[in-house]
Each structure stands twice: as C-alpha cells, then as structure tokens.
T-cell receptor, first 113, second 114 residues
C-alpha cells in the first residue's frame, strides 16, 4: 500500500515569494491534515479536511496561508507571501476517518531567506 | 485546551540499557494518548496509542507505555535499547469526544551510545 506522498521535499525561497506544497493521501482516506513543524518543536496542526470540506482551520494564518482539497483526494497548501518565520517542515497526514490513525508523509522542508 | 509536556529535550542511553521517556498531559476528560517516532528524514510513525481499557499499552518495536491518570502521565518505556532506536519521540494527546486531532509535545531526542 502506497503511503502519503508529498512534494517537493525541499524548497528554498526568498521572503515575500510564494510557494505551494502538494499532498496525495493514502487511497481511501477521507481525512487529511496539514501540520507545520518548526525546528525544535512538535508538529502544529494548520488545517484538517474531511473529504473536501474543512473541519478545523483555526490555527491557519489565513492572511498568508491557504489550502484546498478540491476533489476530496489531493491537497495543496500555499503560502503567499512567505515570511522568515515560515521556515519549517510541512507535514501532510491522512486517516481513514475522523478518529482513525494518522499516517504521515515525509514532509516538505521550506527555507525562507 | 489540551496540552502535552515532554520535560526532557535530549536523553542519552547506552545500547542495551533500559529507556523511559516522560510525557505529561493536560486535558479535562479521559484523553486519547499517542507516542510517535520520527527518524531523520522520515515522517512520523505511530508507536502505540491509548484510548481506554488496560493502562499498560504495548506497541511496535518493543515499546510500551503506561497511562497513569493520577499523575497525568503517559511515559514510554523500552527494556533494552538498540542503536536503531535513535530518533525523535513525540507524545501527543487527543480529545475523547467526536473528532480528535493529536496535539503534540515538543519531542525528546534519543541518542544511543554503542
């Protein structure tokens, strides 16, 4: 069974530029999560989808971050414009349903210069 | 709001020695509790979880954890550590009603000496 796929693995941009990360969850998983992991900290939830609807985006900085899951499968997380403090690993996870085990991708490491 | 405290940033043990990683949580009701491991360059992997029932939980790779409600703790243990156990370990807590979303601690980095 294929795991959660994320791309790109690494991205370096300058502040005020934009970036997008892509996630393909495990087939059949209805719930998808984006987490932000800053160096030395635990992952922090940014947004949770159930199919193509948002369940929780209370910690998403909506002035610069956006995410979508249009067909209830793949998801894209966008940052525009990026700030230095956005340097982090962006983790995507998926689960069968709202109470299922989370399976994580390898993450996308963003460096903002 | 739920929260997790992992008081140890780094733990160093010798290969073959026993291991205990500490985790304390804050949550009003009975929580869902998890331990995840993150090896370099890899995603987080679930080691074990506690939802209810037996307070001693067995996980993968020889790990176990014990839920102690009176101490609000969920410490991770392993009787004999292998060099391949060197990684970052995260404790997480989720709410017990309806949808849960794990809230993670800051992590403990395990260093294993040969």
């Amino acid at each position: 069974e294929a795991g959660v796929a994320q791309s790109p693995r690494y991205k370096i941009i300058e502040k005020r530029q934009s970036v997008a990360f892509w996630c393909n969850p495990i087939s059949g998983h209805a719930t998808l999560y984006w987490y932000q992991q800053i160096l030395g900290q635990g992952p922090k939830l940014l947004i949770q989808f159930q199919n193509n609807g948002v369940v929780d985006d209370s910690q998403l900085p909506k002035d610069r971050f956006s995410a979508e899951r249009l067909k209830g499968v793949d998801s894209t997380l966008k940052i525009q414009p990026a700030k230095l403090e956005d340097s982090a690993v962006y983790l995507c996870a998926s689960s069968l349903d709202l109470v299922g085990e989370l399976f994580f991708g390898e993450g996308s490491r963003l460096t903002v210069l | 709001a739920q929260s997790v405290t992992q008081p140890d940033i780094h733990i160093t043990v010798s290969e073959g020695a026993s291991l205990e990683l500490r985790c304390n949580y804050s949550y009003g009701a009975t929580p869902y509790l998890f331990w995840y491991v993150q090896s370099p360059g890899q995603g987080l992997q679930l080691l074990l979880k506690y939802f209810s029932g037996d307070t001693l939980v067995q996980g993968i790779k020889g790990f176990e954890a014990e839920f102690k409600r009176s101490q609000s703790s969920f410490n991770l243990r392993k009787p004999s550590v292998h060099w391949s156990d060197a990684a970052e370990y995260f404790c997480a807590v989720g709410s017990s009603g309806g949808s849960y979303i794990p809230t993670f601690g800051r992590g403990t980095s395990l260093i294993v000496h040969p």
